[in-house]
């Protein structure tokens, strides 16, 4: 293809295409609304009483079934935690999207709103990230223009790509409707002394899903005491619309019920809502390819909802795009 491919989205579905296809000698182009890449394996930086905090608040670990993203992981520098089976990122998550991208170049903070053009000859219309905000029409500000593009490959949550795709592939808009993810609400607390709690905690049927010491992972500050502690779907439903200044005093009363002492309270607290988060419905196809518009999908949302099952969908796109 003389043309490169666009890709939306610079999560690890987005990288694994775009790695497959520039592998094989294919242009690509990779827009991401984020600053940094790496969509929900995402680390939330904090300053606070002079400190400067770290929490992996998406993606908890990685674990590789398959051949593929064992090396990824491998390539990215990933270290065990909290045993020999699971990986996390050093010094954070979001270093393993940084480290797998290398050098490849992609353009930060523009959210892609609508796909123009025709096949073979796509444009992306792109507005400044801070603009757009979830559910509302997309800005009245003139966007931006890039392409043309062979190809265009989505690479993000499936309600989020069906926004983007429009009328431009109706198959594709169709089959991205039975995929469906729960939310997850996002508690970061970092206290001045150790919890007499376990590193991690996943209780069945509670309000918390998942709670960790994000400090005591690999390389990182091992003085700080930073928990990362994930409601369930359930709960997280519940109080979806909640403020985020009203989600952690719940959770961190929820936590403080597997401390046989009373818990001291954080220095700081906030909350982040994932409105995307663990799959419920996958579509069971490794990835969508329209041969005849040239658009296609790929994501967790496909196969998995875990992070390698973007990364095998992404690799399943790039060598649709490339037969
Ligand atoms: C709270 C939470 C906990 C998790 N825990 C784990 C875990 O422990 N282990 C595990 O394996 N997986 C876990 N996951 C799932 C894992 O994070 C995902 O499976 C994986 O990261 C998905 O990658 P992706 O590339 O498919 O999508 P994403 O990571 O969502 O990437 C999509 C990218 O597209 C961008 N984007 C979206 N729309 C636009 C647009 N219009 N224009 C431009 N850019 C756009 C986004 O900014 C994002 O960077 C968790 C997820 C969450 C949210």
Redesign the pocket.
């Known amino acids: 293809m003389a043309l490169p491919v666009a890709i939306?989205?610079?999560?690890?579905?987005?990288i694994s295409a775009a790695r497959a296809l520039i592998a094989r000698g294919q242009a690509v182009q990779i827009?991401?609304?984020?600053r940094g890449p790496?969509?929900?394996?995402a680390t939330r930086r904090i300053e606070a009483e002079g400190r400067k905090l770290q929490f992996d608040h998406?993606?908890?670990?990685?674990?590789a079934e398959g051949a593929g993203f064992a090396a990824a992981l491998a390539e990215a520098g990933t270290a065990p935690w909290p045993d020999t089976q699971r990986r996390v990122g050093v010094p954070s998550m979001s270093a393993v999207p940084r480290a797998l991208l290398g050098d490849i170049s992609w353009v930060a903070s523009?959210?892609?709103?609508q796909i123009t053009g025709h096949p073979g000859a796509w444009m992306l219309r792109h507005w400044d990230a801070r603009l757009v905000r979830p559910g509302e029409p997309l800005p009245a500000s003139a966007p931006e223009e890039a392409g043309p593009f062979a190809a265009v490959l989505l690479?993000?949550?499936a309600i989020?790509a069906r926004e983007?795709l429009g009328h431009n592939a109706p198959s594709l808009h169709d089959a991205l409707g039975a995929i469906r993810y729960a939310p997850?609400w996002?508690v970061m607390a970092a206290f001045n002394a150790p919890l007499p709690l376990p590193q991690t905690l996943r209780p069945e049927a509670h309000a918390i899903g998942w709670a960790a010491r994000d400090s005591s992972k690999p390389g990182r500050e091992a003085a700080q005491e930073n928990w990362v502690i994930?409601a369930g779907p359930a709960w997280t439903r519940a109080h979806l619309e909640l403020s985020a200044e009203d989600i952690a005093a719940p959770l961190l009363t929820a936590l403080a019920g597997f401390s046989a002492a009373p818990l001291p309270a954080p220095f700081m607290a906030v909350a982040h809502r994932?409105r995307y988060?663990?799959l419920e419905a996958p579509l069971g196809e490794p990835c969508l390819w329209d041969n005849t518009v040239r658009i296609g999908y790929a994501?967790?949302g496909c196969i998995g909802?875990?992070?390698?099952?973007?990364w095998d969908s992404g690799a399943a796109l790039a060598a649709r795009v490339l037969a």
């Open positions: 939306i989205g610079a999560g690890l579905a987005g827009f991401d609304k984020g790496g969509g929900r394996l998406g993606a908890q670990y990685l674990r523009r959210h892609v709103g690479t993000m949550p989020q983007v997850c996002t994930q994932w988060s663990l994501s967790d909802g875990r992070a390698e099952a973007a």
